[in-house]
């Protein structure tokens, strides 16, 4: 990006999170916004957006753009699409001319310590699945309510914005490998 007109401009930081989803675009905006964003420490400023945000390699990461602030200027967080998505959704525009996600077809909770203790496990681990759409993706691979996400395609998954990440990254009819375990039971299984 191009700040206070000081082209060139690269400072450092450290990341602090992953897949944080800040609901910038709002609910009434869209229904489902893919809202996945990396969040560092390093100093983002207005004109930052669109600028690269590279790891120690020069590696593309991501694209910074936004920043948690009260005034406008840098406070301490700035926020950065990850490159996969970007990838994605460049290649959806250029073949599809709009995006394309994939839809698990189910309602889910995280597993935090009252769900495990209502539900009877004793792992705080997983996304639960509340209930399965008929006829969606996971109800045609015979995933079950009260079944619990472990891994998609080897990522372990724990927070609802890691799974709607790993769907964000996919598109229509992919398959993607689910390990999920039911009463106690680990099992795979591929969704399409």
């Given amino acids: 990006g191009n700040p206070f007109n ?18 910038i675009l709002g609910k009434n905006m869209t229904e489902n916004p893919l809202e996945f964003y990396i969040q560092t420490d390093a100093a983002v400023n207005r004109g930052n957006s669109g600028g690269a945000l590279v790891d120690l390699d020069g590696k593309l990461i991501g694209i910074n753009s936004a920043i948690a602030s009260n005034t406008g200027s840098y406070a ?8 996969n998505i970007v990838k994605k959704i460049t290649n959806d525009l250029i073949n599809y001319g709009m995006t394309q ?10 597993v935090d ?6 539900i009877g496990i ?12 008929k006829d969606g993706a996971a109800f045609k691979a015979g995933l079950n309510e009260g079944d619990i996400i472990i891994s998609v395609n080897g990522k372990f998954i724990n927070t609802l914005p890691e799974l709607n990440e ?11 490998k689910l390990v999920y375990e039911r009463e106690g039971k680990t099992s795979e299984v591929t969704v399409t």
């Fill in 6 to 23: 000081l082209t060139s401009t690269v400072t450092a930081g450290i990341i602090s999170a992953k897949a944080r989803n800040l609901n």
């Fill in 76 to 83: 301490g967080y700035s926020f950065a699409i990850p490159s």
């Fill in 101 to 110: 996600k994939a839809y698990l077809g189910v309602n889910i909770a995280e």
């Fill in 113 to 118: 310590a009252k769900l495990a203790d209502n």
């Fill in 122 to 133: 004793k792992k705080i681990k997983g996304i639960y699945i509340a209930s399965v759409v």
């Fill in 166 to 176: 790993m769907m964000a990254q996919s598109s229509p009819n992919d398959n993607l």
